[in-house]
C-alpha cells in the first residue's frame, strides 16, 4: 500500500453557510465546490489549502451519519482522509493485518473519489478515510 499524502479533513458542522464565514471571510480559504452524496445523506464543501482541503460536511437528514456524529460530539473533526494509489490493494492489505474496516470494498464518496473507512477502534480512535481518485 503507498499512502500519497493527507487528502483532506472532514469537518462536521451544523450548516456548512455558517461554517463559511469562518473558514472562507476569517481564514481566506476559498470554497471550491459543494456536492451532495445522497447514499451518505451530507452536503460538503471543499476548501483547497496547500496540496490538501477541508472538507465541511452537514448533514442532509436526521438519521444520516453526521447528525449522529454531531449530536454524540458536537460539531469538529470527523475524519482525516489519505489518498491511496490502489484502495483496493490497500484494503487487502490492511484486512491481512487485521486492522478492522467500516467498509470492506470501496464505495463513491465525494469529488469523484473511491473512498472507504476503517474503525476508529483500530487507528487510535480516529476515523480514517482511504481515498482514490477515478
Not at 459543494?34 to 460538503?44: D, F
Not at 438519521?63 to 475524519?79: N, T
Amino acid at each position: 500500500m503507498k499512502t500519497l499524502k493527507v487528502d483532506h479533513i472532514g469537518i462536521a458542522v451544523q450548516s456548512i453557510g455558517e461554517a463559511l464565514k469562518f473558514y472562507s471571510d476569517i481564514l481566506g480559504l476559498k470554497l471550491a465546490g459543494e456536492e451532495v452524496v445522497q447514499e451518505q445523506k451530507v452536503k460538503t464543501a471543499f476548501l483547497p489549502i496547500g496540496d490538501t482541503e477541508v472538507e465541511l460536511l452537514e448533514s442532509t437528514a436526521p438519521d444520516g451519519p453526521i447528525a449522529k456524529f454531531i449530536e454524540k460530539k458536537g460539531e469538529g473533526i470527523q475524519h482525516i482522509a489519505f489518498l491511496v494509489d490502489n484502495i483496493e490493494e490497500a484494503l487487502k492489505e490492511l484486512g491481512e493485518k487485521g486492522v478492522k474496516m467500516i467498509d470492506q470494498k470501496p464505495r463513491m464518496g465525494a469529488g469523484e473519489k473511491r473512498i472507504a473507512f476503517l474503525h476508529p477502534k483500530d487507528t487510535y480512535g480516529v476515523l480514517v478515510e482511504l481515498c482514490e481518485k477515478k
